[in-house]
């Protein structure tokens, strides 16, 4: 049977961040930053990279020429992205335009994340494996359509009701019949003429 130390480990939740910084990063202000981290307890802390000199570097919206160092970080104490900014910037001396603070697993940065190779070219691949999964019946069929007109008709009866015109009873399926009479009384004595025919002639 585990003891409650190995439940408690287990059930630990840590916070992970990526942590980049624009221009030189020395040694001292690595291992500065790393100290200063602890503070939230590090359950990991590494370097994962440098990139070239940029002129305009992502993330960085407001630096140019400079390259960015990229550090990805495991607190076992919660923090925020901002907080971090804030704390790491005051005390290392770095100005919070030269610090960005992300979660891992923000859409930006799967973003920009490398995809793998392709081998071959797409048009060879007659499974279509790039091609995002899409359900059929979302877009088109039968199904569609008949939630398409649904959808129209209730935006038509919502139309009539704010300019006060009686909507007739009927759901549009099975009493579609006594709706269309409704609508159009073809049998009513006062509407076998079209309105062309009953409008006055200007000539007269």
Do not use: W
Request: hydrophobic share 30%; with cysteine; charged share 30%.
């Amino acid at each position: 049977m585990r003891s409650f130390k190995e439940h408690l480990a287990e059930s630990k939740k840590t916070y992970s961040f990526r942590v980049k910084v624009a221009g030189d990063v020395s040694a001292d202000q690595e291992k500065a930053m790393e100290s200063l981290l602890s503070r939230f307890e590090i359950s990991s802390f590494k370097k994962t990279g440098k990139t070239p000199i940029q002129e305009l570097p992502l993330d960085f919206p407001t630096v140019k020429n400079s390259e960015v160092s990229i550090y990805e970080v495991t607190l076992n104490y919660p923090t925020t992205q901002f907080e971090l900014v804030e704390y790491l910037s005051s005390e290392l001396g770095i100005t919070k335009q030269c610090i960005v603070v992300r979660r891992p697993d923000e859409p930006y940065e799967a973003y920009q994340e490398k995809a793998d190779k392709q081998e071959s070219p797409l048009l060879m691949d007659s499974e279509y494996k790039e091609a995002p999964a899409v359900n059929g019946e979302d877009f088109y069929g039968d199904k569609y359509n008949t939630g398409f007109v649904k959808e129209l008709n209730s935006i038509l009866k919502l139309q009539r009701r704010e300019r006060g015109e009686e909507i007739p009873e009927g759901n549009g399926t099975g009493d579609s019949a006594a709706a269309a009479k409704a609508k159009f009384n073809t049998d009513a004595t006062g509407n076998t003429k079209s309105p062309v025919m009953q409008a006055a002639d200007p000539r007269k």
